[in-house]
């Protein structure tokens, strides 16, 4: 294709070609980061319409005689109407977040709730309270907020209300949810023993598309995390192997000035490497989990929407074989047909919504993978370009 257009390349001496051809101007440092940018934009357009936002930050340590744990504020700025007032800060702590989720599950069964970060952490392998764990943990938990707060449906709900506003959350768990029980009333519908014969084909095209999914993701997390691995072996060696050089020049005086820049060229390298390494774990890795865990999280919501036309299945087949005269559908019959096609036009939405923001999370995932593997091969070219002149032959002086 490059040879179709040679005019592009020769016009502009700073340009690269992009695999599809379209040329990008890299004559700026910055023109990967600025491309991000552009990207960036375009997804925020959708931002006027929203009257609830909420942020996760500051984490801090708590140590009481019986455990240690972090609590992180929680930040709400909102004009929506079942808030009293605009604006709210509390404290919650992991432990607050899951109770969350598992409140979210029980009262809004047909919908797909964004996955939380693992709870369990392998003790001895991972400092729960080191600076990185707790960033990471951070993210994820913000992520977790946004994704809700983001939902048309799951907005609404009374538990992320309090969530979001009770100063004393532990209070309002030990009540015992008697308010809400009579809401709840109407939506306990996890049903006992009955088998769906066979998935209706859009339900299990979307089971078999999000097996294949997750076990591509797995594997794909599998290999970063050795990739990620063997570069901090690496970068070992080459901490030891940068300074041999710097020793050496010490021994030649006419060498040192070579053999010094080939010193720094590896430390530089090192340096660039680790970045790669860090990013790559920081902001890789834990939208790859996010992900596993979410097609998990749908899993659950596919199987819930069996059983409930399972039921109504089952329902229908035992009215058929009363075999009366004018056979009447009982109400309880009907309402339960209601319910699967309540779960079904619950799920179809928050599915699209989820393959959406998959769409837009996985492009900025891999630009900003392709923004730190360019700024990667830059730096290290940079500092093996600065030897070249320290080589080269100089005029001998007299």
């Not at 946004?146 to 009770?166: C, G, M, Q």
Request: charge should be negative; aromatic fraction near 10%; charged fraction near 30%.
């Amino acid at each position: 294709g490059s040879e179709s257009r040679p005019d592009v390349t020769a016009s502009r001496p700073f340009s690269r070609l992009l695999p599809n051809g379209t040329p990008v101007d890299t004559s700026s440092p910055a023109s990967s980061s600025s491309l991000l940018n552009r990207l960036q934009l375009d997804d925020d357009l959708d931002g006027e319409t929203r009257d609830l936002f909420v942020t996760v930050d500051d984490p801090k340590k708590h140590v009481c005689t019986m455990e240690t744990y972090i609590t992180y504020r929680v930040t709400t700025k909102t004009t929506r109407a079942e808030f009293d007032l605009p604006e709210y800060s509390v404290r919650r702590r992991y432990q607050d977040f899951d109770w969350l989720r598992n409140k979210l599950e029980e009262s809004q069964p047909t919908h797909l709730i964004p996955p939380l970060p693992e709870k369990f952490v392998v003790k001895g392998v991972v400092d729960r309270f080191s600076e990185e764990f707790v960033e990471t943990r951070r993210k994820a938990l913000d992520k977790f907020l946004k994704r809700i707060t983001d939902h048309p449906v799951l907005s609404f709900n009374e538990h992320f209300n309090v969530f979001l506003t009770a100063k004393d959350l532990n209070a309002y768990k030990k009540q015992g949810m008697a308010l809400l029980s009579k809401m709840g009333e109407s939506v306990k519908y996890v049903t006992g023993g009955y088998k769906l014969r066979s998935r209706p084909l859009e339900f299990a095209a979307i089971g078999e598309y999000l097996d294949t999914f997750s076990l591509k993701l797995g594997t794909i997390d599998r290999i970063a995390q050795r990739i990620i691995k063997e570069q901090l072996e690496y970068l070992v060696e080459l901490r030891e192997y940068g300074p041999v050089y710097s020793t050496w020049g010490g021994l030649e005086v006419e060498l040192a000035e070579p053999l010094e820049g080939v010193s720094a060229c590896i430390g530089n390298c090192c340096t660039a490497l680790e970045e790669l390494s860090e990013d790559m774990s920081e902001d890789f890795l834990p939208v790859l989990r996010e992900y596993i865990l979410y097609s998990e999280s749908m899993k659950n919501v596919l199987k819930k929407r069996d059983q409930v036309q399972a039921e109504y299945e089952a329902k229908l087949e035992a009215v058929a074989l009363k075999k009366e005269e004018r056979p009447k559908v009982p109400t309880d019959v009907e309402k339960c047909q209601d319910r699967v096609e309540c779960f079904n036009a619950d799920l179809k939405a928050d599915m699209e919504r989820w393959q959406n923001n998959k769409r837009q999370d996985f492009r900025q995932l891999l630009m900003g993978m392709a923004d730190k593997n360019i700024q990667y091969y830059e730096k290290c070219l940079t500092a093996w370009e600065s030897i070249i002149p320290l080589l080269q032959d100089k005029p001998e002086t007299k």
